[in-house]
C-alpha cells in the first residue's frame, strides 16, 4: 500500500499569506496525484489532478507541483474561504490512498 | 450540471447489511469510473472501492474485501454497493464520486451509515 504523508498537520496563517502544504508518498505515484479541499459538513472538492493541473473552475491562486514521491500544494494568497482541510490522494496503484490532511486555519 | 445523489444510509446492527445507491445525472454515466470513499467521524478520508465503465473490474480496500460489494447499473445511470457483515468501524459518511483524469470531480451529498447496537 502505498502511504502518504501529509505535512504539516496543522498550518496557521493570515489571509493574505502564502500556504505551501507538501504531500511525500512511500513510492513513486508518478504524477498521478490530486489534491482536495473539505469544509466541515461538506462533500470534498478537486483542486488539482495530475500533480499539476487545476480543475475547472479552481481559481488561479492554487497551483500543484511535483511528481514522484514529493508534491506540493501552494496557495498563493489566501483568502478567507481557503482556510479548511486538505487532502492528497493517489491513483497510481490499488488500493487508492489519501493522506490524512493538513488543517489550514486562521491565525 | 452533474449530480450525484447518495441513499439507502442509516443506522444497522453490528453484522448487518446495508445497501447503498448513488443516482447520477448530467454525464454520460457508462463512461466513467466511479468510487466511494467514507469518513469516519473526526477523521480523514478513505478509499472504499472502486468500478470500471462496464463493471468488469472492482477494486477494494483490504478492510471491506468479502464483505462489501460495488456495482453498477448503466441502464438506470446507478452506483451501488451493497455491505455485509457490518461492523462498528464501518460508521461513516459515505460517498459516491466520479472519476475525472485520475481525480475524483464530483461527489455526492455523502450519506451516514451508523453501526451500533
Known amino acids: 500500500e502505498i502511504v502518504l504523508t501529509q505535512s504539516p498537520a496543522t498550518l496557521s496563517l493570515s489571509p493574505g499569506e502564502r500556504a505551501t502544504l507538501s504531500c511525500r508518498a512511500s513510492?513513486?505515484?508518478?504524477?498521478?496525484l490530486a489534491w482536495y479541499q473539505q469544509k466541515p459538513g461538506q462533500a470534498p472538492r478537486l483542486l488539482i489532478y495530475g500533480a499539476s493541473n487545476r480543475a475547472p473552475g479552481i481559481p488561479a491562486s492554487f497551483s500543484g507541483s511535483g511528481s514522484g514521491t514529493d508534491f506540493t500544494l501552494t496557495i498563493s494568497s489566501l483568502e478567507p474561504e481557503d482556510f479548511a482541510v486538505y487532502y492528497c490522494y493517489q491513483r497510481s496503484d490499488w488500493p487508492l490512498t489519501f493522506g490524512q490532511g493538513t488543517r489550514l486555519e486562521i491565525k | 450540471e452533474v449530480q450525484l445523489v447518495d441513499s439507502g444510509g442509516g443506522l444497522v446492527q453490528p453484522g448487518g447489511s446495508l445497501r447503498l445507491s448513488c443516482e447520477a445525472s448530467g454525464f454520460t454515466f457508462r463512461d466513467y469510473w466511479m468510487s466511494w470513499v467514507r469518513q469516519a467521524p473526526g477523521k480523514g478520508l478513505e478509499w472504499v472501492a472502486d468500478i470500471n465503465q462496464d463493471g468488469s473490474a472492482k477494486m477494494y480496500v483490504d478492510s471491506v474485501k468479502g464483505r462489501f460489494t460495488i456495482s453498477r447499473d448503466n441502464a438506470k445511470n446507478s452506483l451501488y454497493l451493497q455491505m455485509n457483515s457490518l461492523r462498528d468501524e464501518d460508521t461513516a459518511v459515505y460517498y459516491c464520486?466520479?472519476?475525472?483524469?485520475?481525480?475524483?470531480?464530483?461527489w455526492g451529498q455523502g450519506i451516514l451509515v451508523t453501526v451500533s447496537s
Open positions: 464520486a466520479k472519476e475525472y483524469r485520475r481525480g475524483l470531480d464530483y
Open positions: 513510492q513513486s505515484v508518478g504524477s498521478y
